[in-house]
Structure formats: structure tokens, C-alpha cells
């Protein structure tokens, strides 16, 4: 039979350990996975937030490079400047 690992019960089987604490351990456990996941969310989303930046500075640099009569600058600055909102307003935490 299975014993509890740690705690307040440690070494008890699992059938020894009172219901409320086993309900309790449980909750807490949901409640560390969901800080856990949301975490993870948000590393991964500031590593695709990185990626989306890299793509639209260099896009950015290489077209502002070539000279006025192939683009339009204006034009390039402003789209520049949404694509980079697009990406900061993507990058801010939602309400779970």
C-alpha cells in the first residue's frame, strides 16, 4: 500500500491519512499546476513575442535600408509601429 512521502502524515498509509487532508493536498496540488502552467505560458509567449520582435526589426532595418523611391517610408514607419503593438498587446498577460 501506498504511504504518504511528506507532511504531517509522512510514512502513514495512504488509507491512515484523514480525508480532509488528502482533499486538501489535492486542491493545493490544481492550484500549484495552474501557477505552474501559467508560467509556462508565459515563457513560451515571450519566446514567440522574441521571435515576431527579431522578424519585424530586421524586416524593418532591410526596408528602411533601400532607398525612397522603392517604399515608401511613411508607410513602412507606420506599419512598422502597429506590427510592434500588435506584438506588445499579444505579450501582456491575460486574467485567468
Known amino acids: 500500500m501506498p504511504t ?3 507532511g504531517k502524515y509522512q510514512g502513514m498509509d495512504y488509507s ?4 480532509d487532508y488528502i482533499q486538501w493536498l489535492m486542491d493545493d496540488t490544481k492550484k500549484k499546476l495552474s501557477e505552474y502552467e501559467r508560467e509556462l505560458d508565459l515563457r513560451k509567449n ?3 513575442d522574441s521571435w515576431m520582435n527579431q522578424i519585424v526589426e ?3 532595418k532591410e ?3 533601400l532607398d525612397a523611391q522603392s517604399v515608401n517610408h511613411v508607410k513602412l514607419d507606420t506599419a512598422y509601429k502597429a506590427l510592434k503593438n500588435a ?5 501582456e ?3 485567468n
Request: charged content about 35%; aromatic content about 8%.
Open 4 to 6: 504518504m512521502k511528506f
Open 87 to 91: 506584438i506588445s498587446e499579444a505579450a
Open 93 to 95: 498577460p491575460k486574467g
Open 46 to 48: 515571450k519566446a514567440e
Open 58 to 60: 530586421r524586416g524593418y
Open 63 to 65: 526596408l528602411k535600408a
Open 16 to 19: 491512515e491519512v484523514p480525508t
